[in-house]
Each structure stands twice: as structure tokens, then as C-alpha cells.
């Protein structure tokens, strides 16, 4: 039998438009152009489309906020039940310091609308007013909000004010309107206790975290070159070398565990109760448990010596 096909010299566009299936081959190249479009318009969307939109439960951490460098004080202990009754004397000494702790956010005559507080969110507590106080207005509460501060405003703690200073602005503020609440005995009992405020205490020092850091940091620094110099201490005393090749995972891992604690230099048998938490953290190796009094007598010397 022949070949019947017939070849076109040119194409017939009569033919084409008769025959729908010729226009397959430019459709999938159309259909490749709107993938890729559509592709690249997906990917320039996913910021859009993966934004969540669903609002969180429950309140974010609020952001950090360092502390500020405080210097400790001695504060002593009070009467209380004698505190909390106000004069004209601890009036005049809550003024004062009022003016020059308060007044710039909560205003000279407590209504909120100092000029430091212009901008804060939430606003200053306008003290003359009984509404939405979060500690309370008894002496005790008042006195917790200058103790503590209030976290998630601009109120913070007065804790380092001496206790007699904190009451005699308690009392200042509470001239500011005739219907604050009473304390009851029970409550100033409380007080007392919760804050140990008839024995006194010592407020410690206090420094930035960022700058707390920093002198961690260069303290570790100074820790990490004093390690680094084991091996030069070793190699002048080959028999102490032996005994801490026994107990050492690395030299310098194991002198940096002596040089950062110095509380077992005290005395041998603090030594001894140090190798053994040692031994408990796997700083050192569990041979360390099997020196004898002379091993540890002469590694304790050695360290001593070099620290």
C-alpha cells in the first residue's frame, strides 16, 4: 500500500482555524507564561498572605527595661503602728518629698497632670480620685505600690527611700482627698511582717544589667587567660602535672573550675568537698575520688599557690 499523507509546503490558516487541535503547541506555551507569572506573584504575596491576622491571646512580655544603678543602704526598722498615724511633722517631710520625687508625673496637687506624665501610657493616677487603683488606697497598699512599683507603668519602686521617708509621703498624698480607707490593726500587723519593716534591712547595691554584663564578660576574659597559663605552672612541677593529668578532662577546663570558686582555698576540707562536686558535675574525671590525702594535699598546695 502507498503513503497517503500529504505534506503542506506552507501552512494553510483556513486549515488551522478549522482544525482547533493545531493550536495545542502555542496554548502550552501561554499555559508555562501564566505559571510562572502566577508564580512569582504567589511568592511576592507571601507576606501578605501568611500575615496573622487572628489576634493573640494572653499579654506579650512587656520589653526590657534595664535597671537603674542604685547604691545599698541601711534601712532601719520602724514602728509601724506608730508610722501610720499621721502629724503635722511627717506631713511637712511627705511634702517635700513628694515635690521632688511625684509632683513632675502626678502633678502638685495629685490630680495626674504633672508635666513629666504628659506622655505616658497609662497616664499618672490622679490621687484625688477613689477609681481604678491597683494596689489600693490603705496605708498597706500605698506602701506596697512605693515597695514594688506597679509593672506596666511608668510607676516605679521607692524601695530605697528610708521606710519613715515612704510613709511620710503616704501620708502627704493622703491629704489630698478625705476619703481614704482605714487601715485595720491586723492589716499594719501584716505590713509589718510581709516587710520586715520593725527589723530593718540593708538594701544591696544595684547596677545596670548591660553593665553587669560587661564586667562578666571582661571577668571571664581575665578567668580564660589566667587558664590558658596551666600548662607553663604544670611543667615547673612535674609530680603535681601527674596528679592532674589523672582528674583532667582538658588542663585549662580544670584550672578555670579552681580559679572562678575560691571558697575552697579556705581550708583542706573544703578543698575536698569541692572535688567532690566536681566529680558530681563531670568537671573532673571520677579518678579524682580515688587520690589519696598526700595527692590532694599536694594538688590543693599547688593550687594555692598559683591562685
Given at each position: 500500500?502507498?503513503?497517503?499523507?500529504?505534506?503542506?509546503?506552507?501552512?494553510?490558516?483556513?486549515?488551522?482555524?478549522k482544525?482547533?487541535?493545531?493550536?495545542?503547541?502555542?496554548?502550552?506555551?501561554?499555559?508555562?507564561?501564566?505559571?510562572?507569572?502566577?508564580?512569582?506573584?504567589?511568592?511576592?504575596?507571601?507576606?501578605?498572605?501568611t500575615a496573622?491576622?487572628?489576634?493573640?491571646?494572653?499579654?506579650?512580655?512587656?520589653?526590657f527595661?534595664?535597671?537603674?544603678?542604685?547604691?545599698?543602704?541601711?534601712?532601719?526598722?520602724?514602728?509601724?503602728?506608730?508610722?501610720?498615724?499621721?502629724?503635722?511633722?511627717?506631713?511637712?517631710?511627705?511634702k517635700t518629698?513628694?515635690?521632688?520625687?511625684?509632683?513632675?508625673?502626678?502633678?502638685?496637687?495629685g490630680?495626674?497632670?504633672?508635666?513629666?506624665?504628659?506622655?505616658?501610657?497609662?497616664?499618672?493616677?490622679n490621687?484625688?480620685?477613689?477609681?481604678?487603683?491597683?494596689?489600693?488606697?490603705?496605708?498597706?497598699?500605698l506602701?506596697?505600690?512605693l515597695e514594688?512599683?506597679?509593672?506596666?507603668t511608668a510607676?516605679?519602686a521607692?524601695?530605697?527611700?528610708?521606710?519613715?521617708?515612704?510613709?511620710?509621703?503616704?501620708?502627704?498624698?493622703?491629704?489630698f482627698s478625705?476619703?481614704?480607707p482605714?487601715d485595720?490593726?491586723?492589716e499594719?500587723?501584716?505590713?509589718?511582717?510581709?516587710?520586715?519593716l520593725?527589723?530593718?534591712?540593708?538594701?544591696e547595691?544595684?547596677?545596670?544589667?548591660?553593665?553587669?554584663?560587661?564586667?562578666?564578660?571582661?571577668?571571664?576574659?581575665?578567668?580564660?587567660?589566667?587558664?590558658?597559663?596551666?600548662?607553663?605552672?604544670?611543667?615547673?612541677?612535674?609530680?603535681?602535672?601527674?596528679?592532674?593529668?589523672?582528674?583532667?578532662?582538658?588542663?585549662?577546663?580544670?584550672?578555670?573550675?579552681?580559679?572562678?570558686?575560691?571558697?575552697?582555698?579556705?581550708e583542706?576540707?573544703?578543698?575536698?568537698?569541692?572535688?567532690?562536686?566536681?566529680?558530681?558535675?563531670?568537671?573532673?574525671?571520677?579518678?579524682?575520688?580515688?587520690?589519696?590525702?598526700?595527692?590532694?594535699?599536694?594538688?590543693?598546695?599547688?593550687?594555692?599557690s598559683?591562685?
Open positions: 500500500m502507498g503513503n497517503n499523507h500529504k505534506y503542506e509546503d506552507e501552512i494553510n490558516f483556513k486549515a488551522v482555524i482544525t482547533p487541535i493545531r493550536w495545542f503547541g502555542i496554548v502550552y506555551i501561554f499555559f508555562i507564561i501564566f505559571v510562572i507569572i502566577g508564580g512569582l506573584f504567589y511568592i511576592d504575596s507571601l507576606p501578605v498572605l496573622n491576622k487572628v489576634p493573640p491571646e494572653g499579654k506579650f512580655a512587656e520589653p527595661k534595664d535597671i537603674a544603678k542604685k547604691k545599698g543602704i541601711k534601712l532601719e526598722g520602724v514602728d509601724v503602728k506608730l508610722l501610720s498615724k499621721p502629724n503635722d511633722e511627717l506631713i511637712a517631710q511627705g518629698l513628694y515635690e521632688s520625687n511625684c509632683a513632675s508625673c502626678h502633678g502638685a496637687e490630680k495626674g497632670d504633672g508635666i513629666a506624665g504628659a506622655g505616658l501610657n497609662p497616664a499618672p493616677r490621687l484625688q480620685s477613689s477609681d481604678g487603683w491597683k494596689n489600693g488606697r490603705k496605708i498597706s497598699q506602701y506596697k505600690t514594688e512599683g506597679i509593672p506596666g510607676m516605679v521607692y524601695e530605697y527611700l528610708p521606710i519613715k521617708e515612704r510613709f511620710a509621703i503616704i501620708h502627704y498624698i493622703r491629704t478625705a476619703d481614704y482605714i485595720t490593726e491586723d499594719l500587723k501584716q505590713l509589718d511582717i510581709e516587710y520586715r520593725s527589723e530593718g534591712k540593708f538594701s547595691n544595684q547596677i545596670p544589667v548591660a553593665l553587669a554584663m560587661i564586667k562578666l564578660s571582661n571577668e571571664n576574659q581575665e578567668l580564660n587567660k589566667k587558664a590558658s597559663k596551666i600548662n607553663t605552672f604544670l611543667d615547673d612541677n612535674q609530680a603535681v602535672a601527674e596528679i592532674f593529668r589523672k582528674i583532667a578532662f582538658d588542663y585549662e577546663l580544670t584550672y578555670y573550675a579552681f580559679i572562678k570558686n575560691s571558697e575552697w582555698m579556705n583542706f576540707s573544703n578543698f575536698e568537698a569541692y572535688l567532690n562536686r566536681l566529680v558530681q558535675s563531670n568537671a573532673i574525671k571520677t579518678t579524682a575520688l580515688n587520690l589519696s590525702t598526700k595527692e590532694k594535699e599536694q594538688l590543693f598546695e599547688f593550687l594555692k598559683i591562685n
